[in-house]
């Protein structure tokens, strides 16, 4: 298979000691390039280092998005968000992200909007997509999107790690968003994830692990890593009774679409 993992956290301090080994197994597995992603000051200034940097030949390239996820609302002063904003010029930025809304968790609603909008609005006016994180918000999630512009075709993105309602993926799939799953498909207890992979269509999917969280079967309880992404392309291709190296090249095809690498 030729794949693209579309959102990993390969910055994490998880990976600091054995990043060289864990990037050779994905190329092993098959796997010509890595989104990886910040969330905050200090995760999105690591993801500009590590994309920045030489690695092994044959490694996978390696594509930075940085931004401000819902769960780190409580650091975006003013300073930091100006900080971040400014990472966004960098060569190796290819998309604003993770940002979004997330409701489970006592995070105010009304400061995770506010910092949304504002990150909806860098993506517009520089072009760029954005890679979204939306948890039990799902009205607020699809009324911003189309208030920011996918309505017009002006902003365009991915909602990584879908786990809302199957409903909300055909929503934004209509605002010409791409969805985006993760290892979960392969948890015997996510049979909403597998009716969200079914109502996609190819043609609007894209796969990821989110290393080092959420390893797919017969991985999980591992730390995750790019190379297990070859098992969520099983998986989708299992559902859309496709071939996984059919899944593989349309989703990669995808990635490069939506993130112009």
Known sequence: MRLIDSHAHLADD??????????????????EAVVVIGYNVESSAAVLKLTSADHPAGSPSL????????????EATSSAVAEVEAMLDRPEVVAVGEIGLDYHYDMPPADQRTLFATQLEW?????????????????????????AGASEGRLRGVIHCFTEDP???EQVVDL??????????????????????????????????????LAPVPHRGQ????AFVAEVARCVAEIHERSADEVAEISAANCRRLFRI
Not at 123 to 147: F, W, Y
């Open 176 to 213: 010409g968003f791409y969805v985006s799953f993760s290892g979960i498909a392969t948890f015997k207890n996510a049979p909403e994830v597998r009716d969200a992979i079914a109502r996609v269509p190819l043609e609007r999917t894209l796969i990821e692990t989110d290393a080092p969280f």
């Open 14 to 31: 998880r990976f600091k000691d054995d990043l060289p080994e864990v990037l050779r197994r994905a190329r092993d597995a098959g796997v």
């Open 167 to 169: 409903a909300m993926a």
């Open 123 to 147: 993506a517009v006016q520089r072009e760029l997509p954005v890679v979204i994180h939306s948890r039990e918000a799902v009205d607020d999630m699809v009324r911003m999107l189309g208030e």
């Open 63 to 74: 594509h930075a998005v940085v931004g401000f996820a819902p769960h780190n609302v409580a």
């Open 223 to 226: 730390r995750n890593e790019p």
